[in-house]
């Protein structure tokens, strides 16, 4: 575990006091609590009636496809987008009437990051910085821990417009980071990047969860959800279809796979044992077919949930 001293309140470190929605040790027990949200652009009904809470600490994922209303939710979890309908309490404060207060303890890495291109890594840093009014004492050793924990050194004096997608993706979380947010937001963090930098990334993501960061980060990357994710919310068409830790969504439809493929499709079941599994495999099909046996994925949960040819699902006409 790093400890960079760049994270605000949480696991290990001094907490401070929040308006209201305490627990007995002085701190709500929930980061993010949604009721009821909705919002609707034109006749495009993005999010539906989502309930939402996320403990303290906790690393969280909206996992769905293209177009399920994902950015939508974290843009009104995030203030920047006032819901049709619902409440939101981030930080124990209210959305509709503390919005500052909510601004100054959370970070928020967008899907289409906005760095300014025309300037350095450091410039960016700074301007960030002075943005969140972080004191001018404090400046410096703040950057010198989050630079340290992206590995940003050798890029500092780098224009933002000749980094790679990874190392701008890397700034940008770092530029989040700079007012020491308790709650950091991660709008499709790895999308577009390679296998590496999406590995070294759910490093730092992870590594940042340890120091005290509750995360909510979206994907729409079923492995991605099921590495990192102390539980995940499924979203689909604007609605959450199921929210549990990886484990048990897997669980609850059966730990193991049988996927039997014939002429007439793809036919999918699911067991709790890979005996019950094996002793139904050997019933299937004839010599032509192919059936295959393996662990139950996330995935599998999704689609059994949101139906597999309903075009929800990732890869299907949604993406
Ligand atoms: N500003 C907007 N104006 C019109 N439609 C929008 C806007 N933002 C999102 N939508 C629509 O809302 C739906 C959900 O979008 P979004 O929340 O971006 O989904 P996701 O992040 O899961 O891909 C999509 O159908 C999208 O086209
Ligand atoms: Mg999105």
Redesign the pocket.
């Known amino acids: 575990m790093l400890s960079t001293g760049v994270c605000g309140s949480g696991k290990g470190r001094a907490e401070r006091r929040l308006p209201d929605q305490r627990t007995d040790s002085g701190y709500p027990e929930y980061a993010i609590e949604a009721e009821g949200l909705s ?1 609707s ?2 006749d ?1 009904k ?2 539906d009636g989502i309930d939402l809470k996320v403990a303290r600490g906790e690393l969280f994922g909206l996992l ?12 009104m979890l995030t203030t920047l987008l006032h819901p049709d309908s619902g409440r939101i309490k981030v930080e124990g404060m209210d959305a509709s009437s503390q919005v500052y207060g909510i601004r100054g303890r959370i970070g928020v890495v967008q ?1 289409h990051i906005s760095l300014d291109k025309d300037i350095s890594v450091r410039e960016n840093l700074m301007h960030h910085a002075k943005l969140h009014k972080v004191p001018r004492p404090e400046r410096a050793p703040r950057m010198d821990g989050i630079i340290s924990l992206l590995g940003l050194e050798p890029y500092l004096g780098k224009l933002v417009s000749d980094l790679s997608g990874g190392w701008k993706k890397r700034t940008a979380i770092a530029c989040s980071l700079i007012h020491a947010p308790s709650v950091l937001f991660l ?2 963090p790895t999308t577009g990047l390679d296998t590496q930098s999406r590995h070294l990334l759910w490093d730092i993501i992870q590594d940042l969860n340890r120091e005290g960061t509750t995360i909510i980060l ?1 994907t ?1 990357y079923m492995e991605e959800a099921e590495a990192l994710c102390d539980r995940v919310a499924l ?1 689909s068409r ?1 609605r959450i279809v199921a929210d549990d830790t990886p484990r048990n969504l897997c669980a609850g439809l059966g730990n193991i796979a049988v996927i039997h493929a014939s002429a007439a499709g793809r036919d999918y079941r699911f067991f709790d044992t890979r005996t019950e599994a094996k002793a139904f495999a050997d019933t299937l099909g004839a010599e032509e077919d192919s059936v295959s046996i393996r662990k139950t994925r996330l995935e599998d949960v999704f689609l059994e949930m949101t139906g597999r040819m309903a075009g929800t699902g990732p890869g299907g006409p949604a993406e």
Do not use: L, S, Y
Request: glycine share 20%; charged share 15%.
């Open positions: 919002m652009f034109g495009v993005a999010v769905g496809p293209n177009g399920a209303g994902k950015t939508t939710t974290i843009r899907q709008d499709e979206t729409h979203i604007g």
